[in-house]
């Protein structure tokens, strides 16, 4: 069965400081990933997605994931935090006619 | 601006009351799904609509009902609210389904069941 894990509840970065969030999937043929973020009271945005080749993908607001198939992880990325990106985000994998959440992580900026 | 468009943004039911969640989208996207997001369990799956004229049963349908008015509208029925479908409840669609464009999610009903 199709399943995605966010092995993080909570992380907590300073501003300026690098973030990564982590994602394992569990799929049997190559999926489609996505990164989507939530902002408190509003619906879902897509940052990132990956469905092939190169396996380094660019999203927006400065933030990038990482495809690893032999460790099936979909990590995102940020090399520099803002305040702005504090917020809750979402890994998904489509898979057949439906997409697969992980429970989220939440991601409080201090500064 | 085009998008999903959900109604209501918030509504308060009393246990036993029926209500219908509205969702339109102006994009000509086939599939539109309907998730609900609890605390600490992510959205999970209700119904989708792979395209106009059909409908399939997610991962938790009970006690929901979905119509597939056309191509732009897909709606979400509870017949008799109860408690635990107290809940947000988010819209979304996508061009196709199982393709990788991702979703365009509307920005949600916030239901209280009391």
């Known amino acids: 069965a199709q399943s995605v894990t966010q092995p993080d509840i909570h992380i907590t970065v300073s501003e300026g400081a690098s973030l990564e969030l982590r994602c394992n999937y569990s799929?049997?043929?190559?999926?489609?990933l996505f990164w989507y973020v939530q902002s408190p009271g509003q619906g879902l945005q897509l940052l990132l997605k990956?469905?092939?080749?190169?396996?380094l993908v660019q999203g927006i607001k400065g933030f990038e994931a990482e495809f690893k198939r032999s460790q099936s992880s979909f990590n995102l990325r940020k090399p520099s935090v803002h305040w702005s990106d504090a917020a809750e985000y979402f890994c998904?994998?489509?898979?057949?006619?439906?997409?697969?959440f992980g429970t989220g992580t939440s991601l409080t900026v201090i500064p | 601006n085009a998008g999903v468009t959900q109604t209501p943004k918030f509504q308060v039911l009393k246990t036993g009351q029926s209500m219908t969640l509205q969702c339109a989208q102006d994009m000509n996207h086939n599939s539109m799904y309907w998730y609900r997001q609890d605390p600490g369990m992510g959205l999970r799956l209700i119904y989708y609509?792979?395209?106009?004229?059909?409908?399939d049963k997610g991962e938790v349908p009970n006690g929901y009902n979905v119509s597939r008015l056309n191509k732009r509208e897909f709606s979400l029925r509870l017949e008799s609210a109860a408690p635990s479908q107290t809940s947000v409840y988010f819209c979304a669609s996508t061009p196709h389904a199982g393709d990788a464009y991702g979703y365009t999610f509307g920005s949600g009903t916030r239901l209280t069941v009391v």
């Open positions: 990956y469905f092939s080749g190169d396996t």
């Open positions: 609509s792979a395209s106009e004229g059909t409908t």
């Open positions: 998904a994998v489509g898979a057949g006619n439906q997409f697969y």
């Open positions: 799929y049997g043929a190559t999926p489609y």
